[in-house]
């Protein structure tokens, strides 16, 4: 019984032998200057609507951002069949994070750095305004991660 435990522990630490963790570490960019914003970005997110109540899992998304003059930046964000939106804001401080909108469409987005690697984590939303209660109700949202080009 020991020589089959035996045997069997030895083959299960085998198999787990070549388990390597993910070596990619995002931090968030705070200091980045606004051209490490700039780029197209690729990547998936998941989509839900409030309404059914259905998420759709794995949705591709792009999102391309210009600066256009000075510090103005132009963010498109695209996913296809679902959401295409474009937003403009001036970028003056070197926070890692641009919260854009307010009330029935947002983008919240936040850059990470990894060498020379940057990533894009966000959340689009659009909402309606309840009368009754007074607040903003989420219709549709779009949550995603992409790295940049």
């Not at 960019?29 to 998420?55: M, R």
Request: glycine share 8%; charged share 20%; net charge negative.
């Amino acid at each position: 019984m020991r020589i089959i435990f035996s045997i069997f522990l030895l083959g299960f630490l085998l198999l787990f032998q070549n388990c390597k963790k993910d070596d990619t570490s995002f931090s968030y960019c705070t200091g980045c200057p606004i051209s490490s914003w700039t780029g197209n970005y690729n990547g998936t997110g998941t989509y839900f609507v409030a309404s059914s109540g259905e998420t759709f899992e794995g949705v591709n998304v792009n999102v391309s951002i210009e600066n256009t003059y000075d510090s103005t930046l132009v963010i498109k964000l695209t996913a296809e069949n679902y959401i295409s939106e474009s937003f403009s804001t001036s970028k003056t401080s070197d926070d890692h994070y641009i919260l854009l909108g307010s009330g029935s469409e947002t983008l919240d987005i936040g850059l990470k750095k990894n060498d020379n690697q940057y990533k894009l984590d966000g959340t689009f939303k659009k909402n309606t305004w309840n009368k009754i209660d007074s607040v903003w109700i989420v219709n549709k949202s779009l949550t995603f991660s992409a790295l940049k080009q």
